[in-house]
Structures are given as structure tokens and as C-alpha cells.
């Protein structure tokens, strides 16, 4: 822990006291326990960059128990912070929200369709329950259909595409509460 | 005319295709990875769309994403720029195949063209000269002092298997050729497990000269003058210029007129850039040929006053030669390009990051094209091309001293490039006096290792303002 405060000071080039220093301690355990992989705050009283190897996705963490840590690191208001944290592959900047819910993206460019045939019934239906792989919609693209899978398992909140409108990679198409 | 093309690249070509289109009243729409939200290309094109994450091969190589954006986006034609798929024939095909209009040759001529071996064949027919080669495998030393004598020496041995600079002897004499050749054939076994070796005559100090082609869908072709490229660092160029000092008017004229007949005779459509070599008598070997429109065909812009690029749209189009080029291909003037890489100046280690200053040179007979701006982002996914300084003067000292004064005004920081890099070279008495070769840049790093570090109080433009 103390070559990990060594590296914190040389990089902020804040001197530390020992209170704060059990500050930075707690920061750091809560980013790892959150799977946090990547952590940068630029502040008129403290700039730090943190950066852990290898971590599990972690897509939401708790804004507010987060804002309280960095407010006893530095000791200067909350006001002018500016943290991202990089959550691993999952990467969401507007991730925490109350709902906690997943979007499924499009893995490919086409035109998004909720049925299987013109006139058929959607795949799925707001309030479904899906589990991961269930086909949710299909995607044409160069005259292929390609069914698309979920990732998640949970409850079909919001259909974010409409049928028939095109769509490209990484585009959100449904929002699911996982279980 | 089309009503709407699709850019398949990104970077400084696919912001000069976006902008060629702009000035033609055609609709833009370009495609980018994750890596690239925030470019240029992006945000000048009427429409955009992401078709990956940052790798290449899943974004900007992957022919479902880029075609099933074009269909979605329902263009009339895409440009491929340079590089990525702009010489992919079985992209050219799909194009084809989804009718859409491929902004190039038709895909079997990519494909001739693009075939070593092939390409050799096609111009050797067409009375092209060639570097000369055994054409097969030569059996014994016997054979290689025939064939060397009737070549000139020097000549090189190549291992047919091989690949690497295993196996490969370069012969000056024929009495170091049996040895040579026995040295050679052991390695290739060792290495490939194949000793049969081929030949070709080896050039010590070549210059790189390669000549700008046009062709329409009539079968016209049309040579727009070459250019010189003969400073390069691992075979990469740095720095272009037209036209070259070494091509005399007559060469130009009867090799121009050589190159129209060949293409006109293979069917060749849109751009094109014919590569030679000249050895140290000033004969000419062609090497290989490119597909498409590249990197440096702005300095061809510079000197001819032709659009390059919109002569590639209108060509695609359907469009005659002859109203695109409507007057006699004249050379004026003399225009250089550095080519400015997101690299260190001397360890040419990659230099991915955020430009936190970025001025840009201007002024009578200066050109940037670039895709980059301050608080831009370079990618680590893709090449490190950030920006090309092309100077246009009235002959080649009034070009180079405006480009020396270009440099010393184009400041990047937050990333290093490869500026002065350049300014090192164009204060450099041999790249001035002109008479170099592919060699120059090892001779360039020879003498820069010699000369001692510049005196205090030396201003870098590029140094960090406090």
C-alpha cells in the first residue's frame, strides 16, 4: 500500500497527510470492489489517475457513496470535480441510473425489425421475460437476416428501435431489467 | 451525377473525398468505428454511420458493415480512398454485385493489377520496361552466370519459397556469383525447405519514380506526369515531390504515351499510379502498379491544377475524359509533400493521444490536408498519418524554402510528430542539391548521428508554451 500512495503523490503531486492517506485506501478498495478498471479525477486541488489490471465488468456503481470518498481524499468541494470511471467492457458513463437496466446493442449495421415476417407478432413484447440467447429481433443486413440474441436475462422494459428503421453498430435496441 | 456516395475510410482522404463531394452537390455519408466518433470525417459528412469497434478488420475492413451501411443509407456509389479496401477485388465485387458503384477499376483489373507476377507479364506485353528477372527458377550456377552476364551485373538472388531477406545474395561480380549462389540456395533450404532460387538485375541506388494515370469508361487513358519519392525510411514514404528532377520532358512524353497504350489495352478505369525504379543511368524499370488514388496524388494536383479526386467521381459517373480534362496536361511550378506522422522524430515510435495545440500553416502556395484539430484524438488502431504540408512554388527552391518555413509554423502539441524530422531534412545539403536515392534516409541518420546537438537559446516551435 505504501509504494500504491508513493505512485498516487508522485502522479497528483498532492502531499498527503496521514488522514487522507486512508482516504485515497478506502477510494481505492471501493474502485476495485466495483470493478472499476480504470479511475481519473482532475481538480483544481487534486488530479489522480488510477489504473488496475484486468477487471470484471461493473456497470453500476453508487454515485453518491463514490462523491463522498473523493470529498474526504482532496478536502476541496465536490463542486468542480470532474471523475470518470471506466467500468471494465461495460463501459456507460450515464450507467447508475435508480433502474439499473442493460441495453442491448446492435452488433451490426441494418434495418432493425421487432418480427419474424411482416405482420407476424414480435419476437417479444414489453413485460417478457427472456433469457440470454433468446432471439429478441432481427437485423437485415445485405439481404441476410440475422437474428439477434440477448445477452441478459431479465424483464423487457423499453423497445428503443422501431421496426423497419435503420441502425448502426452499437446502437441500443432494448433496455432489460436483469434478473 | 450521383445523388449520394458513400466514403469507406476515415482520416484526411476520407475528409478530401467528403469535401470533393460537398463541392459537387453530392450527398456524403460517412461510416467510423468507435475509435473515431469525434473525427472530422464524421462530423463534416451529411450523414454518418458506426459500423464497429476500433480494430479495423471489425470496422473500416469489415465488407458486411460497410455495404449494409451504404444499402441503409441508400448510395448511389462508394469511394474507397486509399489503403483499407480501396484494392480489395472482392470488395469491388460485392459493390458490383449489390449495384453499387465502385469508385475504380473494374474488379478483374484489380485483381491483374494487383498480382505480381501478372502484372509483370502485362506490362512486359506492352513493351513497359521491366526489371529485368530470370522469369523461373534458375537451375544451376551455370545458368545464373548466363543469365547474369546477359543482365549486367549487379544482380540479386531470390529464394523462390521465401520472403524475409532469407535466402536473398546480392551479386556484384561473377566471381563471387557461384559461391553466392551456393550460399543462398542453403539458406532457402534451411529455411523454406525449398533451395530453388530466381534472379533480378538489383538496382544499388534507385530512385522511386512513379507516374499518375487517368482513364475513363471509354477507353481513354490519360498521364498527368510523374513524381519522385525516393526518401523513404523502411520503405515507407516521408516526402514526395513533382516533378522529378531525373525525368526529362522526352521520357516523360514517350513513357506517358507507353503507359496510355498498355492501360487502354487492359481496360483500366479511374485512377491509377504506375511505379517504377531508375537506376543510375536513368533507365526506368516499372515495379508495380497501384489501383487507386494515393496519398501524395496532391502534389500532382498542385503541378497539373486537375482535382484528382473529382476527376474520380465524374470518371465513376460516366463522365468523358475530355470534358474533364479539357486542355493539355502542362506541368507548372514544382510542389513538395512531407508527409506529418503522429511519431517520434528520431525513435519513430508510434505517438496515439489527445493534440492539445494544433496550428496550421497557411499562406501563398500552402496546403494542409489533415483531419486532425486541437482537442482531437489520435488512435492507436490506425496508420499515424495525421496531416500532409504540401508547398507549391515556381521551381524547386522556392518550394522547399517555403515548406522550411511552413514547418517551422505548424505546431502540434500533446502527441509528437514528425515535423522536425522534416525540418532536420530540408536544411540537409543533399536532400537540397536534389541527388539522392532510396538510400538517402540511412545516409540522413549517418550524418545527423555525426552533428552535435543544437546550441542553447534553439526555438522549437513544438516545444510546450509556458
Partial sequence: MKGKAEALRGAGRVMMEE????????????????????????????????????????????????????????????????????????????????????????????????????????????????????????IEAMKLMNEIESDVAGEVVKRIASSGEPVEYGQPLFAIRPR | MFRKVLIANRGEIA????????????????????????????????????????????????????????????????????????????????????????????????????????????????????????????????????????????????????????????????????????????EAAGAFGNGDLYMEKFIERPRHI??????????????????????????????????????SPKLRAELGATIQKCLKDIGYWNAGTIEFLMDEDGKIYFIEMNTRIQVEHCVTEMVTGIDLVKAQLRIAAGEKLSDIVTKPVAITGHAIECRINAEHPEKFTPSAGKITAFNVPGGNGVRVDTAQYAEGVVPPYYDSLIAKLICHGKDREESMNKMQRALSQFVVQGIHTSIPLHQKIFADAEFRAGQFDTKFMERFFERQNKTPPPEEGHFDPNEPIR
Fill in chain 2, 210 to 247: 512513379e507516374f499518375q494515370v487517368l482513364a475513363d469508361e471509354h477507353g481513354n487513358v490519360m498521364s498527368l506526369g510523374e513524381r519522385e519519392c525516393s526518401i523513404q525510411r523502411r520503405h515507407q514514404k516521408l516526402i514526395e515531390e513533382a516533378p522529378s528532377l531525373m525525368v
Fill in chain 2, 15 to 186: 475528409l478530401r473525398v467528403i469535401s470533393a463531394c460537398k463541392e459537387m452537390g453530392i450527398r456524403t455519408v460517412a461510416v467510423y468505428s468507435e475509435a473515431d466518433r469525434n473525427s472530422l470525417h464524421v462530423r463534416f459528412a451529411d450523414e454518418a454511420i458506426c459500423i464497429g469497434p476500433p480494430r479495423s478488420a471489425e470496422s473500416y475492413l469489415n465488407v458486411p458493415a460497410v455495404i449494409s451501411a451504404a444499402e441503409i443509407a441508400d448510395v448511389d456509389a462508394i469511394h474507397p480512398g486509399y489503403g483499407l479496401l480501396s484494392e480489395n477485388a472482392n470488395f469491388a465485387e460485392v459493390c458490383r454485385a449489390s449495384n453499387i458503384k465502385f469508385i475504380g477499376p473494374p474488379p478483374e483489373v484489380t485483381r491483374m493489377m494487383g498480382e505480381k507476377s501478372t502484372a509483370r507479364q502485362t506490362m512486359k506485353k506492352a513493351k513497359v520496361p521491366i526489371l529485368p528477372g530470370s522469369d523461373g527458377i534458375v537451375e544451376s550456377e551455370k545458368d545464373a552466370l548466363e543469365w547474369a552476364k546477359s543482365v549486367g551485373y549487379p544482380v540479386i538472388l531470390k529464394a523462390v519459397a521465401g520472403g524475409g531477406g532469407r535466402g536473398m545474395r546480392i551479386c556484384r561480380t561473377a566471381e563471387e556469383l557461384p559461391g553466392l549462389y551456393q550460399q543462398a540456395s542453403s
Fill in chain 1, 19 to 138: 488522514n487522507s492517506l486512508d482516504k485515497l485506501r478506502e477510494l481505492v478498495d471501493f474502485l476495485k470492489g466495483n470493478g472499476i478498471a480504470e479511475f481519473d479525477i482532475d481538480r483544481p486541488d487534486l488530479k489522480m489517475r488510477i489504473k488496475f489490471a484486468g477487471t470484471a465488468a461493473a456497470p453500476g456503481i453508487d454515485a453518491s457513496q463514490l462523491a463522498g470518498l473523493l470529498a474526504g481524499a482532496g478536502g476541496a468541494t465536490a463542486a468542480h470535480a470532474k471523475a470518470t470511471a471506466v467500468a471494465g467492457a461495460a463501459a456507460e458513463e450515464k450507467a447508475a441510473e435508480a433502474e439499473k437496466l442493460q441495453e442491448v446493442k446492435s452488433p451490426i449495421v441494418g434495418t432493425f425489425y421487432e418480427s419474424p415476417s411482416p405482420g407476424a407478432p414480435p419476437f417479444v413484447k414489453i413485460g417478457d421475460q427472456v433469457e440470454v440467447g433468446q432471439v429478441l429481433c432481427i
